[in-house]
């Protein structure tokens, strides 16, 4: 039934992105590439309770990677998706390291500033990412196939394709034995110490593994726009994930999926009638808080099952 | 061969040395009850021994391995389980669900990330066989926050027991239970197989007594005395300083 319900909806966006105009088709693909942001973020975030303000470093870091790899050394998609996840894993596991002395709000704030240091390097760095003129140039991505990803609405399917992929991926993980210790750990960590699980290396590689997820949307966004700037490792777009996972329900499985297509949208409405989007994205985040604070897809559950049951 | 050997424990907090150089020594398969009034450093004793916390001095051993510098998911590798004074368990998960992290926590691929947690057998297996000997089959869908407070109880027990510790650790397991629950937990650890050690901490005296081999008596975070049941029973200065009180 709920298989179904995916399959449909995935069947619905594979032919909304041949029909729609470009305008919309590349919001659709926005929302895909900052759906796998947010699947990332989730991890950490929804699943084992770590919320983290910097993970746009690590999307920031996918980005530049397989921008430079494209540009100075293979435009083949596989090579530039390996440095720019592999990027993304590495930085994640250095600053795993440092942010997980912390808890709490010390967490917050220390991922806060590890981004900022990653937004730095993409600012001040000029010779190698642009500086503030962002880094230009990057080619559409060989997948080995000639003729595949030419127009845009092709980049569409693909970016779905990684979507796909990437949800595939994140379900698999949350099943599984490492999954459900995650849980555990955001419940109640000391009952799992005592119960024998090495906490510290489960929250170790739930952070790394949330960078490398975070790395790969940044792979597709790099690709898709041609183009990365600072920005794309900036505080704005760590909240901007951090509150698609929220609005979207933290700790289920597809809600930050649901979440970033929300945010998306929001923000290219937003953008046509006002400049004050973070304004917007802060009573957002109290009207979530507020009247939905399992987020939008648990509540849209509990009211179809309410509705059942009538 | 001993379960558990304490040497000179002592635990410092700030101005208080809640305990004081505490020995101890517990012989395997043995039913140990430490008796004590409040304050007098049983929980911390147990604290030190469970690893949640690093004594200030003195020396712990289970099972002959020094495990003083171990941390606590470390000792529960060496064999050792234990049950918190106020219940710790995942309140949002179901009861099958709770068992299901104790089980997994021992058995082989706890880090593998892609298979499904419920595809292995033999840990599904344990999970049916705890839900049976525990009687907690018919709430096994049960959100465990629902619980009532004596059925709380006895699942954490039943998952301390889960990956078959060698010496278990109750830290007063039938507090604020109904007779009737209490019967039914003091039953249930008196069948527990003879190869797993315990300690208990229990204020309950009709349940110290229908447990324990041997007691330990602290107060005020020193061993006071060490004895059977009789010498417990028959002993004036515990009568006047423990038992005084409450009779």
């Known amino acids: 039934m709920r298989k179904i319900h995916i399959a449909a909806g995935l069947a619905a966006l594979a032919v909304a992105g041949w029909l729609l105009p470009p305008y919309y088709a590349g919001l659709v693909v926005d929302g895909l590439i900052f759906a796998i942001f947010a699947l990332g973020v989730n991890l950490l975030l929804g699943h084992t309770g770590l919320p983290s303000l910097g993970h746009a470093a690590y999307f920031g870091m996918g980005a530049y990677a397989a921008g430079l790899t494209a540009i100075h050394v293979s435009q083949s998609f596989w090579i530039g998706a390996a440095a720019g996840i592999g990027g993304a894993l590495l930085l994640g596991a250095v600053y795993g390291l440092l942010a997980l002395r912390t808890a709490g709000v010390y967490f917050l704030m220390i991922t806060l500033a590890l981004g900022q240091i990653a937004w730095a390097v993409a600012f001040s760095w000029r010779r190698v990412t642009g500086g503030d003129d962002g880094l230009r140039g990057v080619p559409r991505p060989d997948l080995g196939i000639p003729g595949l990803l030419d127009d845009r609405n092709a980049y569409f399917l693909f970016a779905l394709a990684c979507c796909i992929a990437a949800g595939l991926l994140m379900a698999a993980i949350i099943r599984s034995p490492f999954g459900r210790s995650l849980r555990g750990i955001h419940e109640n960590p000391q009952r799992m110490e005592a119960l024998g699980y090495r906490v510290w290396l489960h929250k170790y590689l739930a952070f790394v593994l949330s960078a490398g997820f975070s790395g790969f949307a940044g792979v597709v966004f790099v690709y898709y726009k041609g183009f990365v700037s600072p920005e794309a490792a900036s505080i704005v777009i760590s909240a901007e994930a951090m509150l698609m996972v929220i609005v979207g329900g933290a700790a289920t499985t597809f809600g930050p999926v649901v979440g970033a297509f929300i945010i998306i949208t929001l923000s290219h409405v937003v953008s046509g009638y006002t400049d004050r989007w973070p304004l917007i994205l802060g009573l957002l985040y109290i009207a979530v808080v507020l009247l939905a604070p399992q987020g939008v897809v648990a509540l849209a559950r509990r009211h179809l099952l309410r509705r059942a049951v009538r | ?247």
Do not use: C
Not at chain 2, 24 to 44: D, H, I
Not at chain 2, 110 to 129: H, K, S, W
Not at chain 2, 159 to 184: F, I, K
């Open chain 2, 1 to 247: 061969m001993t379960a558990l050997r304490v040497e000179d424990a002592v635990m410092q907090f700030g101005g208080l040395r809640a305990v004081d150089g505490v020995s101890l020594t517990v012989a395997t398969g043995e039913r140990r009850v430490l008796l004590g009034p409040n304050g007098a450093g049983k929980s911390t004793l147990f604290a030190m021994i469970g690893g949640q916390l690093k004594p200030t001095a003195g020396r712990i051993a289970l099972f002959d391995t020094d495990v003083t510098r171990l941390s606590p998911h470390g000792r529960a590798r060496a064999g050792l389980a234990r049950t918190f004074q106020i219940t710790s368990l995942f309140p949002t998960l179901t009861v099958a669900d709770n068992i299901h992290l104790a089980v997994q926590a021992h058995a082989p691929g706890t880090l593998d990330m892609l298979r499904p947690a419920e595809g292995r057998r033999e840990v599904m297996a344990r999970i049916a066989t705890l839900l049976a000997d525990w009687r907690l089959a018919g709430t096994r869908d049960s959100i465990v926050g629902d619980l009532s407070y004596g059925e709380q109880r006895k699942l954490e027990i039943a998952m301390a027991l889960a990956h078959r510790p060698r010496l278990l650790l109750l830290d007063e397991p039938t507090q604020g239970l109904s007779a009737a629950e209490t019967e039914n937990v003091v039953a249930l650890i008196r069948d527990l197989p003879r190869d797993i050690t315990v300690v208990a901490i229990e204020h309950d005296m009709d349940v110290a007594f229908g447990i324990a081999d041997r007691f330990t008596i602290l107060h005020q975070g020193r061993v006071l005395t060490e004895g059977s049941p009789d010498e417990i029973r028959g002993n004036a200065e515990i009568q006047a300083i423990y038992f005084g009180e409450e009779h």
